[in-house]
């Protein structure tokens, strides 16, 4: 499908942050959690608003390990894609992007660990209904 993904330039510096301050190990975990928190945020992005691919760049093996068709199927229904649209990396990045921002912005404002595990919390009690 792809061979890689970039943040933008603006972004390469929150991925090094958000992963030292919640000590995730590998960047890759953090743009994981970026992704699905910027598409739990129930926005539409448009693909004319993307932003440069100057920052962190991640293969796709690395970025989604063995559950990448999770992630895909997550911006299938989302855009109501089938799998195979080439629409669908434009789409990855943009939520990465996007969630990238929104986290900075939590932990800037120090809403930080506690809010994002909140999330994480409802999102598993909903996917348990």
Do not use: W
């Not at 691919?53 to 093996?61: A, I, M, Q, R």
């Not at 990238?100 to 999330?119: A, K, M, P, R």
Request: proline share 1%.
């Amino acid at each position: 499908m792809f061979s890689n993904i970039k943040t933008s330039k603006a972004n390469k510096d929150i991925v090094t942050k958000l992963t030292s301050k919640l000590n995730l190990g590998a960047e890759n975990l953090i743009a994981r959690i970026a992704l699905t928190h910027s598409i739990s945020q129930e926005r539409i992005l448009q693909l004319e608003d993307i932003q440069d691919s100057g920052g962190k760049e991640y293969s796709f093996k690395v970025l989604f390990g063995d559950n990448a068709e999770y992630y895909i199927a997550l911006i299938c229904v989302h855009y109501n894609l089938y799998k195979s649209d080439k629409d669908i990396p434009r789409y990855i990045k943009m939520h990465i992007d996007d969630g990238l921002q929104l986290l900075d912005n939590d932990f800037t404002n120090t809403l930080g660990l506690d809010s994002l595990l909140g999330n994480i919390d409802r999102g598993l009690q909903y996917l348990a209904e």
